[in-house]
């Protein structure tokens, strides 16, 4: 009987897999996206308020604070020619360290605007690469021109003052936004939605919304000064308001 039992093989059993060690440090979340694309914004113009005239009527801080930059771009003026040569470059160089990355949005005529984030040291190449890599393989072969405005000025890569510039060196550090027109007209009218890439257009979100002026005043001291009025100046009639202080005699 027990020699039976020897003469018995046993099935080999199969291995258990190996389960994969988890790296704690490693994120679950998906790699963020390398670039953003924004759709058109929904309204045609901002919300206009309709102030009263004594809003625009400059307080004392706001006196103040425009008499103290009026100063110091006289002292800067004044003492530009005494800075030497080494100052300048030392200068220039805190400024490279505090700016690695340059942001940089390319907006198409229907609004559409791409964002991306290039190493201060690119040149504008760069720029062009990544947006033709974002069009339409119809649309690829159409050349375009990247220019900024006011005042307008092309950023073209044929023109040795700006492609052997860095992103830095063409004053485009830390963010700018550029325009896009393409040598092809009718590539360029405002209804006409952006020639991007379905795979491009996929990943389109909203602008973020800017914050309310009323709540940024409202949290802001009872004194108002320059920073708690909003930017935006006018009425919901279109008719830009003049302050008091600065109509011509008789003008209402």
């Known amino acids: 009987m027990s020699a039976n039992v020897a003469d018995q093989s046993v099935a080999p059993t199969e291995p258990t897999p190996a389960i994969p060690a988890v790296d704690e440090g490693q994120s ?3 790699p963020k996206p390398e670039f953003r694309v924004y759709r058109p914004p929904q309204s045609t113009s901002a919300t206009l308020r309709d102030l009263p005239d004594d809003y625009f009527q400059p307080s004392a801080a706001d006196l103040k604070a425009a008499q103290a930059s009026l100063s110091a771009r006289r002292e800067a003026l004044t003492n530009a020619p005494l800075r030497t040569q080494t100052m300048r470059e030392a200068e220039d160089k805190v400024k490279r360290a505090k700016y690695p990355t340059t942001r940089i949005r390319i907006r198409f005529t229907d609004r559409t605007q791409l964002e991306k984030t290039f ?6 190449k760069s720029v062009y690469a990544f947006v033709r890599g ?3 393989e119809d649309v690829k072969p159409i050349k375009f021109v990247l220019y900024q ?3 307008k000025r092309e950023l073209k890569v044929s023109d040795p003052k700006v492609r052997d510039l860095s992103l830095y060196e063409l004053h485009l550090a830390p963010s700018s936004i550029i325009h896009l027109k393409f040598l092809e007209e009718s590539l360029n009218h405002v209804t006409i939605p952006a020639p991007l890439d379905p ?10 919304i800017p914050p309310d002026p009323e709540s940024n005043t409202a949290s802001a001291s009872s004194t108002p000064g320059p920073s708690s009025r909003p930017l935006t100046l006018g009425s919901a009639t279109g008719t830009v308001k003049i302050p008091k202080w600065l109509k011509l005699p008789g003008k209402k």
């Open 134 to 136: 974002c069009l339409r």
């Open 149 to 151: 405005t006011p005042p």
């Open 119 to 124: 190493p201060s040291t690119d040149k504008i």
């Open 28 to 30: 679950s979340e998906p």
């Open 199 to 208: 795979s491009v257009l996929e990943r389109a979100e909203d602008l973020p």
